[in-house]
């Protein structure tokens, strides 16, 4: 039997490198990768992920897709540490060992581990189309009304399909204090349930009756953002749209890469959230201003999602008709547009927005309908493998 390949989970742990050096020098099994980020868990090819319980991106999802694609998991526990074994036993791998078991302990777990490798997977990967809901993803410039629209769309929506909202904002997260819900439970309450199985996912969710949405609440506060992997609201959005014909995700504000105290990009959730979209819902205020900022935005979103259709919404357009005809011109000749729909500013608007009510029969209303026609009459795109690859 030829020795078996490891992906080796880079921790602080003195047994990841005491174990490195002695496959490096002795064999009995052969590195093929030290891993820091789970992303390439599912690229690599490997026989065994020998991972820490300490590793943060541990989790039972990650386990399960190691496992879905014919890969053993050897967690490691610190004996000292008597909920670690228990922590790995719950998380579904394949076979444990001591930290303290030594090199050659480390090998027969190893070897071991490999032959229980599944011929195949229990539980087979999604496949490319595998979301069952479609994922409408609203995003454009901050300060363009963005959330108000996420929400008539996804309660205009909810009028014919079974609807999901995701608030995936993680610069200001606002669906729940708009409609005067409570902020718990909440996204990360929900990738909890979704990722180390602690609660139910449908406990994540509130119904709202005035809509007819299934609502997910943003996090807390902005400052959560480095504790929530683009990945885990990925995954969790799945999840949605296995009960869910539509999922509406508002959260695709600003899409730079810039980097964060962590080792992904600050705006790496919105990034994510467009490369998965089906659909993406751009919105801009109706200004020349708010024009400027739509083009830059819409060169950033076709950096991630090239061919993914798109309808524009001008918020709080101009009366003028020759102005929005100005502002027509401007975007269908810069960009393809699938749709524009142009929103009027109104009052009621306002008001609903303070009391934390719906918008009901309005021209508002009327027009985001429109959006929701232009939104349901796009097909269902192929999603590409590498969408990943943003979303680890």
């Known amino acids: 039997m030829s020795e078996p390949e490891v992906a080796l989970a880079f921790t602080a742990d003195p047994w990841v490198e005491e174990l490195h050096r002695h496959l490096s020098d002795h064999g009995g099994a052969r590195v093929r990768s030290i891993v820091v980020e789970p992303g390439i868990l599912l690229e690599e090819s490997y026989d065994v992920l020998v991972v820490g319980h300490r590793w943060a991106p541990l989790t039972r999802a990650l386990v399960g897709d190691v496992r879905a694609r014919g890969r053993a998991v050897l967690g490691v526990y610190d004996r000292e540490e008597r909920a670690s074994r228990k922590h790995l036993v719950t998380l579904g791998v394949d076979a444990i060992v001591e930290s303290d078991a030594g090199v050659d302990g480390f090998v027969r777990a190893i070897i071991g581990a490999a032959g229980k490798r599944p011929e195949q997977a229990a539980e087979p990967p ?12 609203v995003g454009g410039p901050p300060g363009a009304g963005r959330t108000e629209v996420a929400i008539g769309l996804g309660a205009a929506c909810a009028r014919r399909y079974s609807v999901a909202l995701v608030d995936a904002d993680d610069v200001a997260p606002s669906v729940a204090q708009r409609l005067h819900l409570p902020i718990e ?14 609660g139910d996912l449908d406990s994540c969710v509130m119904p709202d009756p005035r809509s007819g949405l299934s609502i997910v609440a943003g996090v807390p506060n902005p400052g959560a953002w480095a504790q929530v992997r683009p990945g885990e609201v990925i995954r969790v959005i799945d999840r949605l749209a296995d009960a869910a014909d539509i999922v509406v995700a508002d959260g695709a504000g600003s899409l730079e890469e810039i980097g964060g105290s962590a080792s992904r990009g600050r705006f790496a959730t919105a990034r994510a959230l467009v490369a998965a979209a089906d659909v993406l819902v751009a919105v801009c205020d109706g200004s020349p201003h708010g024009l400027t900022r739509l083009l830059a935005w819409v060169v950033d979103a076709r950096g991630l999602a090239v061919e993914t259709p798109m309808v524009v919404v001008v918020n709080r357009a101009p009366a003028a008709r020759f102005r929005r005809g100005e502002l027509y011109d401007e975007i269908t000749g810069s960009f393809d547009a699938s749709e524009v729909v142009f929103l ?17 029969n309005t021209a508002f209303t009327r027009l985001v309908a429109r959006v929701a026609d232009a939104v349901a009459a796009v097909p269902r795109r192929m999603r590409d493998a590498s969408i990943l690859d943003v979303a680890s």
Request: charged share 30%; aromatic share 4%.
């Open 126 to 137: 999604r496949p490319a189309d595998g979301r069952a809901g479609s994922l409408v993803v």
């Open 344 to 360: 009027p500013y109104e009052r009621r608007v306002s008001d609903a927005s303070w009391n934390g009510e719906m918008i009901r």
């Open 185 to 198: 439970p909440n996204l990360r309450t929900a990738i909890d349930a979704v990722e180390h199985g602690r």
